[in-house]
């Protein structure tokens, strides 16, 4: 565990000593798929660090609909601002395979924060960058159409994940991809709530999702696979994503 721990951001730079203290007052929990591993608005009183597998981070409307903040995958650590201001979880955080978890006291994460400046300062760069995200999402939403918003969301997903400039053997599950679109800024991207689950992210149908991709597709743009999409040409779909210029 305290390996895994070290590969979060915020732990990256402490030293062996500290990590395997933090492993020591972890407790360590294994979910099934479909179990829930927090609720929204109960205390969050531990630092949920996810060891292994995925996550889905939803809300529920208003009106019940289901609202998909994110799908995560290990190693990543939930809900830090709630743990900052002693607040409740903000998502109910649902596992989409087996998982791993570690929960981290509350108390015990403080005392790094405190005593680390390491710690603090990756927490306040990784407060920022989750800052910086919900604003994308909210000018998504208020601007964009929705291939504009597919495209954004490719677009970060490709500068999140680091992908690599193609795929290792040139071919994705819808077929190979031919030599002259393998550009170097090609690189896969997972959908592991399918076009539903990338459409509740962005706040559209999966029929609009599913429409907008397809364009892209013809376009040469991306290559649809099973589970995931090929990002052929992302200066294309960044320029895709540009925020419209307001109406006169």
């Known amino acids: 565990m305290a390996y895994t721990l070290a590969d979060l951001p915020m732990f990256e730079e402490l030293g062996e000593e500290r990590l395997r203290g933090a492993a020591a007052v972890a407790r360590l929990r294994r979910y099934a798929a479909g179990q829930v591993l927090c609720t929204e608005g109960d205390p969050a009183d531990h630092l949920i660090v ?23 995958a290990a190693p990543v650590a939930f809900d830090k601002t709630a743990l900052l201001v002693d607040g409740p979880h903000r998502a109910t955080r649902t596992a989409l395979t087996e998982v791993e978890v570690a929960y981290l006291p509350r108390a015990a994460v403080l005392e790094l924060v405190d005593a680390e400046p ?34 954004a969301w490719l677009v970060r997903r490709c500068a999140a994940a680091r992908v690599p400039d193609t795929p290792p053997d040139g071919q994705v ?45 013809r376009r040469g743009l991306i290559a649809i696979g099973s589970g995931e999409v090929v990002v052929l040409d992302r200066p294309a779909l960044a320029r895709l994503a540009a925020v419209p210029a307001p109406s006169a």
Do not use: M, W
């Not at 920022?128 to 495209?151: G, M, N």
């Open 118 to 151: 390491s710690v603090a300062a990756r927490l306040l760069r990784t407060l920022a960058a989750t800052v910086r995200d919900l604003d994308e999402r909210l000018l998504d939403a208020a601007v964009r159409d929705v291939p504009s918003r597919v495209a």
């Open 50 to 72: 996810l060891l292994a597998g995925r996550v889905k981070a939803g809300r529920v409307s208003a009106e019940g609909r289901e609202v998909v903040l994110a799908v995560e």
């Open 173 to 217: 599950d819808a077929g190979p991809v031919p030599p002259h679109d393998r550009h170097a800024d090609a690189g896969r991207v997972a959908l592991h709530g399918g076009q539903a689950g990338l459409g509740a992210e962005i706040g559209a149908s999966r029929v609009s999702v599913n429409r907008a991709l397809r364009r892209f597709e």
